[in-house]
């Protein structure tokens, strides 16, 4: 099992780019495999996860070519796919487990998903539920709501459903059936999760549409449709992934770090707004769009960070950057309070425990609650005092806990070690390779 070494360090420099973005990897290979003619993607994500994607739909039938930088799907259409002769083998992607079971809810063939140990203890009756509500044939396995799941060929309808949370991975589920239902399908959530699925079926040419509540809450809707199109897709970089290096930028003293071409999208730049909440130094230059998601180039400079609340519709938009707060509180001045975000608990650990245990190895202040923490961050005003100090540090497997720690690291007194630091290949394979390009020789 790989550790990695990790000291503290003064002056960040450099301008990098970030890998792209994990959601819209995943949704533009599903896409692309159910829609007629090529979709040519750019910019694609290498990592784990988004493989056991590829893997999957290859099972499928689906042809999918690397060349040179470029994914190319050749789309089978909407019902041209073909019976996997094995159990697809989703590792460690609950995106790809929850989006895919509504695509596989409306096959005429019966399908087994299955994952590694998290995997198969993440809930997954949050999408068995409206999906059996629409008329899908599908089962826990071992009757536990959790995968392996077994899909069978069912006749869907449409639904209008209320998801009691705001969910990107429930909505996209019952969006993808819903093109294969009778009917017009409608998910309400309590606010607005990540809109990439409906911004993706919308340019391949389904009929998605989102109203808006006065309560804060969001209905997508989808009418059923006959085929989809393939495109071309140039995926914007990874926001989850820059968020570890504006973390980095910000807390390293002396530090200035150029990220480019990052998506911004509105439902995935709560880490954004936080950070400048937070007080830090960054401005966001040469800001475009292409297929509906906005990006740009973001500049951090060391900033003294003081703490905040993250609470209510903020926390779907930043849910995965929540690990990288919680490093950044710990170095700021004042308390941090994160409330609402009892969906830490279900992701690929219980992030509310692994931060938990990180940040107290490192001698942080911090109180897990039963929907967040609450952080007494140790930063002085002048930055004279080292907040952290470097400790043995468990990843428990979750990518997002050792990139966290990693920068924690960079941060702390003395020596930090990241434990089964290779898991950072869900997301991000060359996430240290980034991280030696910035840090000075
Ligand atoms: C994702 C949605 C989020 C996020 C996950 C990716 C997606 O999960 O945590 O990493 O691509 O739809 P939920 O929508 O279940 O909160």
């Known amino acids: 099992m790989s550790v990695k070494t ?25 896409l692309g495999s159910i829609a007629l003619g090529t979709t040519e993607v750019t910019h694609f994500l290498n990592g784990a996860d988004c493989l056991s994607t590829i893997a999957c739909f290859r099972e499928m039938g689906v042809e999918i070519e690397r060349k040179n930088g470029v994914v190319l799907i050749h789309g089978k259409g909407m019902r041209g796919l073909s019976a996997p002769e094995n159990a697809l083998n989703v590792g460690n992607s609950g995106t790809t487990t929850r989006l895919m079971s509504g695509i596989l809810a409306g096959q005429q063939f019966t399908s087994v998903m299955s994952g590694d140990t998290s995997l198969n203890s993440r809930p997954m009756g949050r999408i068995i539920a409206p999906l059996q509500e629409m008329g899908a044939n599908i089962k826990s396995i071992n009757g536990n709501n959790c995968a392996p799941l077994q899909i069978k060929p069912g006749i869907l309808h449409g639904i209008s459903y209320r998801s009691p949370v705001a969910s990107a991975q ?40 989102t109203v808006f509540h006065t309560d804060g809450s969001a209905t997508a809707e989808i009418s059923p449709c006959r085929e989809l199109y393939g495109r071309q897709i140039c995926i914007p970089g990874d926001i989850s992934s820059a968020a570890y290096f504006i973390a980095a930028g910000a807390l390293i003293p002396n530090s200035e770090l150029l990220i480019k071409n990052v998506g911004t999208n509105m439902t995935r730049a709560g880490f954004l707004k936080v ?37 209510g519709d903020l926390i779907p938009t930043l849910i995965d950057e929540i690990p990288m707060i919680a490093v ?24 509310i425990d692994t931060v938990t245990a990180g940040l107290r190895a490192m001698g942080a202040d911090i ?54 630091s290779q898991c950072v290949d869900i997301s991000y394979p060359d996430f240290f390779g980034t991280l030696n390009q910035i840090c000075p020789a």
Do not use: W
Request: with cysteine.
């Open 275 to 311: 950070c400048k909440e937070m007080g830090a130094d960054l401005t966001l230059l040469n800001q475009s769009a292409a297929g509906g998601e906005p990006r740009a180039d973001i500049l951090i400079r060391t900033s003294r960070l003081k703490g905040t609340t993250v609470a």
């Open 328 to 351: 950044m509180a710990a170095c700021a001045e004042g308390r941090t309070v994160i409330k609402d975000a009892a969906e830490l608990k279900v992701k690929e650990t219980n992030r």
């Open 367 to 420: 109180t897990p609650t039963d929907d967040g923490m609450i952080i007494e961050g140790k930063g002085a005003p002048d930055n004279s005092n080292f907040p952290l100090t470097g400790a043995d540090v468990r990843s428990f497997l979750d990518h997002r806990i050792a990139m966290s720690f990693a920068i924690a690291g960079l941060a702390a007194k003395g020596e930090t070690k990241i434990q089964d």
């Open 170 to 209: 429930v909505k996209s589920a019952v969006l993808l059936a819903g093109l294969y239902a009778e009917g017009d399908t409608a998910l309400r959530e309590p606010s607005l999760s990540r809109n990439h699925t409906e911004l993706m079926l919308l340019s391949f040419g389904a009929p998605v549409t």
């Open 6 to 30: 990790i000291t503290k360090k003064t002056g960040l420099r450099g301008e990098i780019t970030v890998p792209g973005d994990k959601s819209i990897s995943h949704r533009s290979i599903m």
